[in-house]
């Protein structure tokens, strides 16, 4: 429990770094980083003996496989997937991503119909549809991956908490390290796109994922993404 606990902390301070209000939560988040940090602060060109991504760092993701590599994405192919998600409406996205992420948080420690604690997963992903214009509502859903090896994962206690399935699908992927902010995943994600439509590909360009695989305290090869979706 206390390693589950662990890594759930890991991924809230992931958010509130990228909310900007990290600091103020610091000396109570090492609390919570014990012996098992240097377990997951592993060097992504080593790879783990699990098979999974490096990235992943041992948790549970999201079965896929690689369809093509280009010189800046990569195409995969995922299977359908189950996640626990929530949505917002809202300009902030610092401010929709740190409610967002506590809702989702407590989900997994408990807050569902079972009383069921939950081990952390690895990607937290967000889909971002911008709002028609600069003063306008963006509409943000952020989720957990559940791993197949909850069978039947228990329902949400909160109505606002949902769980959701993403179908077989292909996504075009671009992969950046450091410490990702808001404006890094923007002109990535617009980079990206750019690319896409140069190359004649198609996809659904209303819309597209965000996804997060580090703690904060990981200082050396970092792993982000932005996902945009086939048709």
């Known amino acids: 429990m206390q ?17 900007g209000i990290f ?16 377990k997951f602060i592993k060097n992504v060109e080593t790879g783990t003996s699990s098979g999974k991504p490096a990235f992943c760092n041992d ?7 690689v369809v093509k590599k280009e010189k800046d994405y990569e195409v995969r192919k995922y299977v359908k997937t189950t996640w ?6 809202g300009i ?19 807050d569902n119909v079972a009383d069921e604690k ?8 967000n889909r971002l549809i911008p709002g028609p214009g600069p003063a306008c509502e963006n509409n943000f859903t952020m989720s957990f991956f559940m791993s197949p090896k909850i069978k039947d994962p228990p329902k949400p206690k909160k109505k606002d ?3 959701s399935t993403l179908p077989e699908l292909t996504a075009y992927v671009s992969s950046f390290g450091g410490f990702a902010t808001e404006t890094d995943d923007i002109q990535k994600a617009a980079k ?22 580090d703690s904060p305290f990981k200082l050396l090869n970092r792993h982000n993404e932005v996902w945009f979706i086939g048709k």
């Open 161 to 163: 908490v949902f769980l």
């Open 118 to 125: 939950i081990a952390m997963t690895a990607p937290v992903i």
């Open 3 to 19: 390693r589950t606990i662990s890594v759930a902390f890991f991924f809230l301070s992931l958010s509130l770094a990228q909310a």
């Open 92 to 110: 902030s996205y610092d401010e929709s991503i740190y409610k967002m992420f506590m809702k989702l948080f407590n989900y997994i420690q408990g």
């Open 23 to 38: 600091d103020e939560i610091a000396d109570q988040a090492l609390k919570f980083v014990p012996k098992y940090a240097p």
């Open 84 to 89: 626990v998600s929530t949505s917002m409406n």
């Open 59 to 65: 948790l549970d993701c999201p079965q896929y496989t």
């Open 192 to 213: 990206l796109a750019q690319i896409l439509k140069d190359a004649g590909v198609s996809f659904y360009e209303d819309f597209y994922y965000t996804a997060g695989y």
